[in-house]
T-cell receptor, first 115, second 115 residues
């Protein structure tokens, strides 16, 4: 069974629009971490945020915000006022206590922001 | 501080030929990972090292893949012989330790094309 599901394969928006990337996860562990990574065309995965299973407080960092809801096993990511430089593939990932630091990634969502 | 360095960036080989990838992790990072990323997919773990010990190689196709991390620093991933299905991006990552939730830093990857 897929542990991290990113149902949106590709999203296209126009600059300055807000966009939300969805992530649904599955785990039996009570201790786990969720991550978002960004992969620009250069290929390097860039860390954006990490949340642990005991902290459901939502977070805002500049134009980025994250909504973590254990009740629905979701960890969604919103970009406010998108910019062309936000164009990339975004991955949601899970690190479970039983798997130590190994990351299980979703298939990614490609975000295209046009001017 | 230098990030994770991988070489080569690109490699094209004929099937049945051997190929090797090299990774230099961030200084001081005890944990090193090799992930494989197929086109349109998220990265998947091949092997995880704690210092020089391979602690999770359950997903490494051992009939043709091998890896080593001598002295617990640099690592090499080898494929022999390569098959067409091995075409992918091979990502190396490192983290301070192997505890759940530890942030992993990724290199730019090696894009392998087998023809």
């Amino acid at each position: 069974a897929q542990k991290v599901t990113q149902a949106q394969t590709e999203i296209s928006v126009v600059e300055k629009e807000d966009v939300t990337l969805d992530c649904v996860y599955e785990t039996r562990d009570t201790t786990y971490y969720l991550f978002w990574y960004k992969q620009p065309p250069s290929g390097e995965l860039v860390f954006l945020i990490r949340r642990n299973s005991f902290d459901e407080q939502n977070e805002i960092s500049g134009r980025y915000s994250w909504n973590f809801q254990k009740s629905t096993s979701s960890f969604n990511f919103t970009i406010t006022a998108s910019q062309v430089v936000d164009s990339a593939v975004y991955f949601c990932a899970l690190s479970e206590n039983s798997g130590y630091s190994t990351l299980t990634f979703g298939k990614g969502t490609m975000l295209l922001v046009s001017p | 501080e230098a990030g994770v360095v991988q070489s080569p960036r690109y490699k094209i080989i004929e099937k049945k030929q051997p190929v090797a990838f090299w990774c230099n992790p961030i200084s001081g990072h005890n944990t090193l990972y090799w992930y494989r990323q197929n086109l349109g997919q998220g990265p998947e773990l091949l092997i995880r090292y704690e210092n020089e010990e391979a602690v999770d190689d359950s997903q490494l196709p051992k009939d043709r893949f091998s890896a080593e991390r001598l002295k617990g620093v640099d690592s090499t991933l080898k494929i022999q012989p390569a098959e067409l299905g091995d075409s992918a991006v091979y990502l190396c990552a490192s983290s301070l330790n192997g505890e759940v939730g530890t942030e992993a830093f990724f290199g730019q990857g090696t894009r392998l094309t087998v023809v």
